[in-house]
């Protein structure tokens, strides 16, 4: 996938701002966030592709499998897409930074007082609270990012049976990947040849 830099001012004070825009709103998203990488999606596409449009929803799902492909975590390795598309390396640190800033921030804050409040009842109930509202905000975009992926009817059996492979099968998501990788080159080749036959 070629990653278009969208047409942004490039004046010192343009640039500036822009900056400032990616990193405050990707703050946001990591200050706002439970539950890992996967419940920052949601909110990434609000910003980014709805709010913000820095980029297209069709766009967004291709970062996604790659964010998805590569090592590390998911929701930094979006943002390292979405930054280095809108501003290029510099862009990229921006985002991840400002990704990465809110958790640290808390977690430290946690990992200081951790001994003097684990065992808080009232603390632990706010935790049961989140986790159901975590699955939802991963649930929510899914028939949304399954549209502008071109899932139908007659080929949701593909993520549904890597679902199944990762969770019953214990299958890496890596080997998903590139079946799917291995899957589309053969299947854009058949229809190729298919389509050539007719003409």
Do not use: H
């Not at 990488?37 to 799902?61: C, H, N, S, T």
């Not at 935790?127 to 975590?134: L, M, S």
Request: glycine fraction near 10%; avoid cysteine.
């Amino acid at each position: 996938m070629k990653l278009r830099k969208p047409k942004i001012e490039n004046s010192k004070q343009g640039t500036l701002k822009i900056y400032w825009q990616m990193f405050f709103t990707f703050v946001r998203i990591g200050t706002f966030t439970f539950g890992g990488g996967y419940a920052m999606i949601p909110l990434i596409q609000e910003e980014v592709v709805k709010k913000k449009k820095w980029i297209e929803e069709r766009e967004f799902i291709d970062m996604l499998a790659m964010a998805q492909s590569a090592p590390g975590v998911m929701a930094i390795n979006t943002a390292i897409f979405i930054g280095y598309k809108m501003r290029g390396f510099k862009g990229s640190l921006v985002t991840a930074f400002g990704t990465a800033l809110p958790s640290f921030i808390i977690i430290l804050l946690i990992a200081i007082v951790f001994t003097s409040f684990r065992e808080n009842p009232v603390v632990e109930r706010i935790f049961k609270g989140i986790r159901p509202a975590v699955v939802a905000l991963i649930a929510a975009p899914l028939y949304k990012m399954g549209k502008s992926a071109g899932i139908t009817w007659k080929t949701i059996i593909i993520p549904i049976a890597a679902i199944l492979l990762i969770w019953l099968g214990g299958i890496s998501p890596i080997w998903i990947v590139l079946a799917a990788i291995i899957g589309g080159i053969l299947y854009g080749t058949v229809n190729t040849k298919k389509q050539t036959k007719t003409e």
